[in-house]
């Protein structure tokens, strides 16, 4: 909070206007939370039962993030995922009626538990106070208006994609996959707020 100082050389008149301003603010910036990329949750490719499976995690142009933040349509980046694949060791223990080889619908892939962040948070709350004092009564008597406003920016605060799964169980791509359509709070809580007051202290 800043006390905006006085203009002790002013004409009386600009002094009052002048007189008695604070100015406020708070700034809050935070990660998202973190979450899972997963693979078939309607089913089970894992043949885990009840153990949920991850997809194999691609490098290349592109991929060194998983997520495109401020794009909630396309929040994850789901062509940086793939059905796990088995090495030539491991492929004679794979399912083979899912997928084609290398393809192994029964490995655990290797992108792991919450590899993925959500949105994060940036919010600016703000206040414009003024003081009067009253004249010819003591300095401890005095009114002041306030005006203070919540979201000031009024960034949305967006929650995390509905759907995590990157692949069905058939290694198909839903069409909601790492779609954002929600917000992180009730609707109160996320659109700028302005609110006035006055308050009378003695």
């Not at 004409?11 to 990660?31: C, E, H, L, M, R």
């Not at 997928?99 to 994060?120: D, E, F, I, K, M």
């Not at 009253?134 to 306030?146: I, P, V």
């Amino acid at each position: 909070t800043w006390q905006i100082p006085i203009w002790k050389t002013a004409p009386k008149t600009v002094a009052w206007v002048a007189d008695g301003w604070q100015v406020g603010g708070i700034f809050v910036a935070s990660d998202g939370v973190p979450f899972t990329a997963t693979f078939g949750s309607s089913g089970d490719p894992l043949g885990s039962n009840g153990l949920q499976d991850y997809p194999d995690r691609l490098r290349g142009s592109g991929c060194n993030t998983l997520v495109s933040p401020g794009n909630w349509n396309h929040y994850v980046k789901t062509n940086c995922f793939a059905v796990p694949t088995a090495s030539a060791a491991v492929l004679p223990l794979c399912d083979p009626s899912f997928g084609t080889s290398p393809q192994c619908y029964n490995l655990l892939g290797n992108a792991g538990r919450n590899s993925l962040t959500g949105p994060g948070v940036t919010n600016i709350d703000a206040s414009v106070f003024k003081t009067i004092r009253l004249s010819g009564l003591s300095e401890r008597y005095n009114l002041q208006l306030r005006t203070e406003f919540f979201n000031l920016l009024n960034h949305p605060r967006m929650g995390l994609p509905a759907d995590t799964d990157v692949f069905d169980t058939t290694g198909v791509t839903p069409g909601d996959s790492g779609v954002i359509n929600s917000s992180a709070s009730s609707a109160s809580g996320i659109a700028r707020q302005i609110q006035f007051g006055l308050k009378a202290r003695w």
